[in-house]
């Protein structure tokens, strides 16, 4: 199947703002993160379909998933 990443900030560094990514039947958003090198520390919100999301949630051919780093400021 495939799906369309989307990383946010810090994420898109050596990756890229959009990525088309093929994974098995039956993957979850934790490999889809594993695929990428992306650590679940890393990972601040996750998104499906822009509808909040958890990593050991199984992702459908066509899905959207957007990633966001932990943001600091000040």
Known sequence: MKVEAR????????RGKVL??????????ADLAARL??????IA??????RDAALDKPLSDGDVVSIFPPVGGG
């Open 20 to 29: 088309g990514i093929e994974l098995p039947e039956g993957a979850t958003v």
């Open 7 to 14: 990383l946010f900030a810090t994420l898109r560094e050596g």
């Open 45 to 50: 919100i996750l998104l499906v379909g822009g």
């Open 37 to 42: 090198t992306i650590g679940r520390k890393d």
